[in-house]
């Protein structure tokens, strides 16, 4: 499987029937995403669009708002940009 030939740091989901390889968020980011999620959910009512690791810089990326006007980066350290 293409799941076993990885490193750990990478994660393979299937799309339909493509397969994506993405890196996993650290578990700062995962902390900062729970507390973003939370706010833009039940205390601005607004639709979370998009969450992605990016890449190249490993920050966590959040798009929301009615319009996808709403950004958050979170940093592996947990720093929100």
Known sequence: M????LSTSSKVHL????????????TTQLQCLYRISYHLTYRML?????????ARSQNLYVLAGQNEEIEFEVAPNGEVL
């Not at 339909?16 to 890196?23: E, K, N, Q, V």
């Not at 607004?46 to 990016?54: R, T």
């Open 2 to 5: 293409i799941g076993d030939r």
């Open 15 to 26: 799309i339909g029937r493509h397969y994506a390889i993405g890196r996993m968020p650290t």
């Open 46 to 54: 607004q639709p979370i669009h998009l969450v992605c690791v990016d």
